[in-house]
């Protein structure tokens, strides 16, 4: 992919009753291959979530049946961009999600919980008037080596649960 604009691939996963709302910035290449939340191979996000919740995340199946006994809702912050690949640091000419009218229509969501610095920084320029409840998550990204795998399981335990 040569800096081609981008718009988001997948719908928001929600349910009626989702509690935290899960936000990425942008789907990894391989996830737009992949036509799902966070498929890259490396990228940790399904393995931590099976650490932290005990559900196995096998499959596609599985995956949507952990969020939704959780009450984890998953989106990204990034509608439409442009990039040359998969990092974060790649994406230019962001054009955001509505995430106030998004709040709106699903009032059961009381936190969001973001996975990497550029997703919570666009909230905060883009939605910093908007009053719930936020947290930070290290990235799942295999390109985050800063923070091993039982860290940042402990600290999603911790933020999530």
Same mark, same amino acid.
């Given at each position: 992919?040569?800096?081609?604009?981008?718009?988001?691939?997948?719908?928001?996963?929600?349910?009626?009753?989702?509690?935290?709302?899960?936000?990425? /910035?942008?789907?990894?290449?391989? /996830?737009?291959?992949?036509?799902?939340?966070? @498929?890259? =191979?490396?990228?940790?996000?399904?393995?931590?979530?099976?650490?932290?919740?005990?559900?196995?995340?096998?499959?596609?199946?599985?995956?949507?049946?952990?969020?939704?006994?959780?009450?984890?809702?998953?989106?990204?912050?990034?509608?439409?961009?442009?990039? !040359?690949?998969?990092?974060?640091?790649?994406? !230019?000419?962001?054009?955001?999600?509505?995430?106030?009218?998004?709040?709106?229509?699903?009032?059961?969501?009381?936190?969001? @919980?973001?996975?990497?610095?550029? @997703?919570?920084?666009?909230?905060?320029?883009?939605?910093?008037?908007?009053?719930?409840?936020?947290?930070?998550? =290290?990235? =799942?990204?295999?390109?985050? @080596?800063?923070?091993?795998?039982?860290?940042?399981?402990?600290?999603?335990?911790?933020?999530?649960?």
């Amino acid at each position: 992919m040569n800096s081609e604009i981008l718009e988001h691939p997948f719908k928001p996963i929600v349910y009626k009753d989702t509690e935290i709302l899960i936000l990425g /910035s942008f789907p990894s290449i391989q /996830s737009f291959e992949k036509n799902f939340y966070y @498929a890259h =191979p490396r990228n940790q996000f399904w393995k931590i979530l099976e650490a932290v919740t005990t559900y196995p995340v096998n499959n596609r199946d599985q995956k949507l049946w952990l969020l939704k006994e959780c009450k984890f809702g998953l989106w990204d912050m990034i509608k439409v961009c442009s990039r !040359e690949n998969s990092l974060d640091s790649s994406l !230019e000419e962001e054009e955001v999600n509505d995430i106030g009218a998004f709040l709106k229509a699903h009032p059961s969501i009381k936190k969001l @919980a973001f996975t990497g610095k550029k @997703a919570e920084a666009l909230f905060k320029t883009h939605f910093s008037h908007l009053e719930i409840e936020t947290v930070y998550l =290290p990235s =799942p990204s295999s390109a985050y @080596a800063k923070m091993n795998f039982e860290k940042k399981v402990e600290i999603y335990t911790e933020k999530l649960i």
